[in-house]
T-cell receptor, first 116, second 115 residues
């Protein structure tokens, strides 16, 4: 069964500082990996995804993530955080769609607080 | 591309009542997913459709839950005889399938409160 672990429930960073959110996954085959962001009371917005190819993927809002198969990790990074980045971040692993749908399994999320 | 829409955004009901939620996906997407998110947790998969066919249902989807997607367009999720444990955010996602995978775009969700 697929699973995702986000070890940090809360993270606080100062505006302008760098950010790294951790994500570890468990999946028996090549994973499809995603990062989503959720503002309070809202749905999820896709930040970036990894399907194959280059292990460093770029996303929206200046985010990037690196897939490391040997560590089963897909950590999210941003070099300089803005106050508007305060939100909850979810990592998800999806089943490769070999004829089927892409059921996503999410982590429990990391709540990011940005200090001005 | 108008995005995924869900209606209503909020629903308050009394225990034992039936509720129905609607999801309108992005028009060209053939896959549609339902998830449930409780406070402090990530979304959990409930079910998904490819066109009008419901292809997978989670064990979370008890007999009181039913979902439909007539004509492969919008979808409805009905909960019968609601219980307080059904209180959650119900999220719909529209799936774009390409050669490299299936990317899901989420709607704003329907927040259900069962009193």
């Amino acid at each position: 069964a697929q699973s995702v672990t986000q070890p940090d429930i809360h993270i606080t960073v100062s505006e302008g500082a760098s950010l790294e959110l951790r994500c570890n996954y468990s999946y028996g085959a090549t994973p499809y990996l995603f990062w989503y962001v959720q503002s309070p009371g809202q749905g999820l917005q896709l930040l970036l995804k990894y399907f194959s190819g280059d292990t460093l993927v770029q996303g929206i809002k200046g985010f990037e993530a690196e897939f490391k198969r040997s560590q089963s990790s897909f950590n999210l990074r941003k070099p300089s955080v803005h106050w508007s980045d305060a939100a909850e971040y979810f990592c998800a692993v999806g089943r490769a769609p070999s004829g089927g749908g892409n059921k996503l399994t999410f982590g429990t999320g990391t709540q990011l607080k940005v200090e001005l | 591309d108008t995005g995924v829409s869900q209606d209503p955004r909020h629903k308050i009901t009394k225990r034992g009542q039936n509720v129905t939620f609607r999801c309108d996906p992005i028009s060209e997407h053939n896959r549609l997913y339902w998830y449930r998110q409780t406070l402090g947790q990530g979304p959990e998969f409930l079910t998904y459709f490819q066109n009008e066919a419901q292809l997978e249902k989670s064990r979370l989807l008890s007999d009181r839950f039913s979902a439909e997607r007539p004509k492969g367009s919008f979808s409805t999720l009905e909960i019968q005889r609601t219980e307080q444990g059904d209180s959650a955010m119900y999220l719909c996602a529209s799936g774009e399938t390409s050669g490299s995978g299936d990317t899901q775009y989420f709607g704003p969700g329907t927040r259900l409160t069962v009193l």
